[in-house]
């Protein structure tokens, strides 16, 4: 192993996840914030169809829409592809995976104030699956996560692996019902490792801060680089706000997420 102790491993294979704390320092993170920040100071008409914007309707006021994550990044963007290759995420993902990864996504989650959760479900469930057979998902913390803002929680001891709903569908509710989530509280630079099986879920944002992450999937180098394969489908499938028509409708799980959270 690289980076990563036998009871790391160990707790990965019991729990279905794992936090390492403090893996980037405060230098680092205070640097990706201002890149953060680049990206939030963009109106909804500055986007030019590179990055991939997406914006939803606000929980605590529906009049306005507010950005929620960008996608599609790293190809206009050279601090974060760099960032993408660090051996402070390779090093612990490899020894999770067993051997060399590529990136298969990157996305910048803003939770701002207002910004909705999602149901319960797993990461598989978008067909990730037609493209290789395995991802590992590493969360990145960029601003504090908190119960209130509506922090990742994730169903631990749940090690399937294996879809357990039918595509583009949360889990369903009775089942989720059995399952232990726990609030992933984390501090800048602390980081979190699951992979696409494991089933996690998110509340609202109803407090005043937001609550920024960055999520990084990757796949098995020998199941080849897939990344841009997958965007085309993406783009096509969800496009951004700015490439959608007027008719455009969100996927299931999404829709599910809205009606969920509003109606609770």
């Known amino acids: 192993m690289k980076s990563l102790t036998n009871e790391d491993i160990s707790v990965f294979k ?7 704390r403090k893996v ?25 169809g590179k990055e991939n914007a997406y914006y939803e309707t606000s929980v605590i006021d529906n009049n306005i829409r507010i950005l929620s994550r960008i996608e599609k990044f790293i190809d206009y963007h050279e601090g ?10 390779l090093d612990p993902l490899e020894d999770l995976v067993g051997e060399e990864c590529v990136l298969f996504k990157e996305k910048i989650n803003l939770k701002q104030s ?3 959760g999602f149901r319960a479900h797993q990461d598989i469930v ?35 692996k294996e879809l357990i709903t039918e595509y583009d569908t949360p889990i369903d509710e009775e089942m989720e019902k059995m399952m232990e989530f726990i609030p992933c509280l984390t501090s800048p630079g602390d980081i979190i490792f699951f992979d696409c099986f ?24 020998s199941e080849g680089d897939k990344r841009l394969e997958y965007l ?9 706000d700015n490439k959608r028509d007027k008719n455009f409708e969100d996927s299931p799980i999404h829709e599910a997420k809205y009606k969920e959270t509003k109606n609770s």
């Open 14 to 20: 019991k729990n279905g996840y794992l936090i390492k």
């Open 24 to 48: 980037f320092n405060d230098n680092e993170i205070t640097e990706i914030v201002k890149w953060i920040y680049e990206y939030q100071n963009n109106s909804q008409s500055d986007w030019e």
């Open 80 to 89: 974060f592809k760099e960032f993408t290759l660090s051996r402070k995420l």
């Open 114 to 116: 207002g910004g909705n």
């Open 126 to 160: 978008s067909r990730w699956d037609d493209f290789a057979s395995y991802f590992m998902n590493i969360f990145i913390t960029v601003d504090e996560c908190t119960i209130e803002n509506g922090c990742l929680e994730i169903a631990k001891g749940f090690t399937k």
């Open 198 to 221: 494991i089933p996690h879920r998110s509340k609202a944002n109803l407090s005043n801060s937001q609550r920024r992450n960055i999520y990084l999937t990757y796949n098995k180098k």
């Open 232 to 240: 085309k489908r993406k783009e096509k499938e969800m496009p951004p």
